[in-house]
């Protein structure tokens, strides 16, 4: 997981449709300052998304801390999306939410899209979470929000789903 920056590739690009556009020397140069200036900046400080283990009886709705750390100095978190691959055989996927009472994304609007995983096998499951705010920047570790998942009432006692972060953007 990384604080992004923009990427050096599209620099490439506009500076190629500038040159075209009609040679505007002042903006080019901009351009290619700019260029070297991200080239040589810093490596973006990796921020860590965890999930805990949890356990929970057949039926039973569980609130799961997704909780974010190691943020760089002057870092700040304006938006978000994370993707979980869980068992849709022990997770009710219907039931999935997110709930953002009592954590560091309490003023943000979140969206959540649980559904089986495109092409996947029968009980493979995709939560899609994407996040954002206007004002209120995250920039200390905490619990990011609480994630809201049902057990199936026929869950198999002793069986085990996992909740695998697949890919998250801050």
Same mark, same amino acid.
């Given at each position: 997981?990384?604080?992004?920056?923009?990427?050096?590739p599209l620099?490439?690009?506009?500076l190629?449709?500038?040159?075209?556009?009609?040679?505007?020397?002042?903006?080019?140069?901009w351009?290619?300052?700019?260029?070297?200036l991200?080239q040589?900046a810093?490596?973006?400080?990796?921020v860590?998304?965890s999930l805990?283990?949890?356990?929970?009886?057949p039926?039973?709705?569980?609130?799961v801390?997704v909780?974010i750390?190691r943020?760089?100095?002057?870092?700040?978190?304006?938006?978000?999306?994370?993707?979980?691959?869980?068992?849709?055989?022990?997770i009710?996927?219907?039931?999935v939410?997110?709930?953002?009472s009592?954590?560091l994304a309490?003023?943000?609007?979140? %969206? =959540?899209?649980?559904?089986p +995983?495109?092409?996947? !096998?029968?009980n493979d499951?995709?939560v *899609?979470i994407?996040? %954002? =705010?206007a004002?209120?920047? +995250?920039?200390?570790? !905490?619990?990011f929000?609480?994630?809201e *998942?049902?057990?199936? %009432?026929?869950?198999?006692?002793?069986?085990?789903?996992?909740?695998?972060?697949?890919?998250a953007?801050?």
């Open positions: 997981i990384w604080v992004t920056r923009s990427d050096i620099y490439k690009g506009s190629k449709a500038m040159q075209l556009v009609g040679g505007h020397m002042v903006l080019f140069r351009f290619i300052g700019l260029m070297a991200c040589w810093p490596a973006a400080q990796a860590q998304v805990p283990s949890v356990e929970a009886a039926g039973e709705t569980v609130r801390p909780s750390s943020f760089g100095a002057g870092d700040e978190v304006l938006s978000g999306s994370i993707e979980i691959r869980l068992d849709a055989g022990i009710a996927l219907d039931k939410r997110v709930n953002r009592g954590s309490s003023n943000w609007i979140i %969206a =959540t899209n649980a559904r +995983v495109p092409g996947g !096998g029968e499951g995709q *899609l994407s996040a %954002a =705010t004002s209120a920047t +995250v920039s200390s570790e !905490g619990v929000f609480f994630l *998942l049902s057990v199936s %009432a026929s869950a198999v006692v002793g069986s085990t789903s996992p909740l695998d972060i697949q890919n953007v801050f």
